[in-house]
């Protein structure tokens, strides 16, 4: 069986810590795989607050959308613990971006899961996919070609 591959960069752009509620956590007594997404998305939503957007759909007037995503789980975490994100911009297209993220116990280091999301900007007024704003760029100090 093969497995999906997730090279992470050699450094972060942003880093974040989240801690592991006890709904996250399934039958199993340990983080649950959907929970994963769900503590990445909070980590996606403080990294973008943290270039000044104030949330997903407030992006230079465009939300993002999910288009695709992968994870890979490489250790059990549990109730309690912090989860430390680290995030990094990837693939910048002209309509949109991947993320990394590596989620690690932020006691031990150990990783946890590296994650990938894909991003594309979207309109929501005429409710169809839209190009990648300069400006966006310019917080990511990334020129536009």
Same mark, same amino acid.
């Given at each position: 069986?093969?497995?999906?591959?997730?090279?992470? &960069?050699?450094?972060?752009?942003?880093? /974040? @810590?989240? *801690?592991?509620?006890?709904?996250?956590? #399934?039958?199993? =007594?340990?983080?649950? #795989?959907?929970?994963?997404? @769900?503590?990445?998305? %909070? !980590?996606?939503?403080? +990294?973008?607050?943290?270039?000044?957007? &104030?949330?997903?759909?407030?992006?230079?007037?465009? $939300?993002?959308?999910?288009?695709?995503?992968?994870?890979?789980? @490489?250790? %059990?975490? +549990?109730?309690? %613990?912090?989860?430390? +994100? =680290?995030?990094?911009?990837?693939?910048?297209? &002209? @309509?949109? +971006?991947?993320?990394?993220?590596? !989620?690690? #116990? *932020?006691?031990?280091?150990?990783?946890?899961?590296?994650?990938?999301? $894909?991003?594309?900007?979207? *309109?929501?007024?005429?409710?169809?996919?839209?190009? /990648?704003?300069? !400006?966006?760029?310019?917080?990511?100090?990334?020129?536009?070609?």
């Amino acid at each position: 069986m093969s497995r999906i591959q997730l090279a992470l &960069p050699e450094r972060f752009a942003f880093e /974040t @810590r989240v *801690d592991i509620r006890i709904g996250d956590v #399934n039958y199993a =007594g340990h983080l649950g #795989n959907d929970a994963v997404l @769900r503590l990445a998305h %909070e !980590a996606r939503l403080r +990294f973008l607050q943290s270039l000044g957007y &104030p949330h997903e759909l407030s992006i230079e007037g465009l $939300g993002v959308v999910v288009a695709d995503t992968a994870i890979c789980y @490489r250790a %059990e975490a +549990f109730h309690g %613990e912090v989860l430390r +994100f =680290g995030l990094a911009v990837d693939g910048i297209g &002209p @309509r949109g +971006f991947d993320l990394l993220y590596q !989620a690690s #116990n *932020d006691k031990t280091g150990k990783e946890v899961a590296r994650l990938k999301t $894909g991003l594309v900007f979207f *309109d929501y007024a005429s409710r169809k996919l839209a190009a /990648t704003p300069p !400006a966006f760029l310019e917080r990511l100090g990334v020129t536009s070609e």
